[in-house]
Nanobody, 115 residues
């Protein structure tokens, strides 16, 4: 059973930074598409950032220039560095690891941006 364990969420003031981590219990992280999603209250879950096959990286327009996704294959960990945080970034953030046969989600970590 594959598990994704997220950490790093919390309460931060506008303009602050957080780094989310997601450790995946998969045998080889490099054969998976990895990404971060978020869901704010009353809204649908949306893609924030992703690393596809071939290490192509994509971001939602709302976070471009502020968020950076990366991964450490040896540590089986996906990161999301979030800078210049805004109140509208408040949401539960979910890690996703998937390939053609499997689609795994973490339990979510709360990020609250408020003064």
């Amino acid at each position: 059973q594959v598990r994704l364990v997220e950490s790093g969420g919390g309460l931060v003031q506008p303009g602050g930074s957080l780094r989310l981590s997601c450790v995946a219990s998969v045998s080889n992280l490099s054969v998976y598409v990895t990404g971060w999603y978020r869901q704010a209250p009353g809204k649908q879950r949306e893609s924030v950032a992703g690393i596809t096959f071939g290490n192509n990286i994509n971001y939602a327009d709302s976070v471009k220039g502020r968020f950076t996704i990366s991964r450490d294959i040896a540590k089986k960990t996906v990161y999301l560095q979030m800078n210049s945080l805004k109140p509208e970034d408040t949401a539960v953030y979910y890690c996703n690891v998937r390939n053609s046969r499997n689609n795994y989600w973490g339990q979510g970590t709360q990020v609250t941006v408020s003064s």
